[in-house]
């Protein structure tokens, strides 16, 4: 696992874990896309938090080309995409995880 993507993944592990502590009845699923990005062709990987019972996810996306980057996708199971925008990796505090995750599953 490259650095940037393991940085992100433990910042979003704690963040789901704060997330779970104040939203008991809201489940969500983390998935770390290391692999599954490259072998479609996409110099990228990608963390998702889904919520399954709202049909929402957030999506974390980690380009090669922008390494100090991470690009965050609001979006459903389907892969629509209502809203996103793009974050320095190193000021994307696990406080400001779990903001959008309230922000987007509540």
């Given at each position: 696992?490259?650095?940037?993507?393991?940085?992100?993944?433990?910042?979003?592990?704690?963040?789901?874990?704060?997330?779970?502590?104040?939203?008991?009845?809201?489940?969500?699923?983390?998935?770390?896309?290391?692999?599954?990005?490259?072998?479609?062709?996409?110099?990228?990987?990608?963390?998702?938090?889904?919520?399954?019972?709202?049909?929402?996810?957030?999506?974390f996306?980690?380009?090669?080309?922008?390494?100090?980057?991470?690009?965050?996708?609001?979006?459903?199971?389907?892969?629509?995409?209502s809203?996103?925008?793009?974050?320095?990796?190193?000021d994307?505090?696990?406080?400001?995880?779990?903001?959008?995750?309230?922000?987007?599953?509540?």
């Amino acid at each position: 696992m490259r650095e940037p993507l393991k940085l992100l993944s433990e910042r979003v592990a704690v963040a789901n874990d704060l997330f779970y502590e104040k939203n008991k009845s809201t489940d969500t699923v983390i998935g770390i896309m290391d692999k599954t990005l490259r072998q479609q062709g996409m110099n990228a990987e990608a963390i998702s938090v889904d919520c399954i019972p709202l049909n929402k996810k957030i999506v974390f996306l980690l380009h090669d080309d922008k390494p100090d980057h991470v690009d965050i996708a609001f979006g459903n199971k389907a892969g629509d995409i209502s809203a996103s925008s793009q974050h320095v990796l190193k000021d994307l505090s696990v406080e400001h995880i779990v903001a959008f995750m309230v922000d987007y599953f509540s």
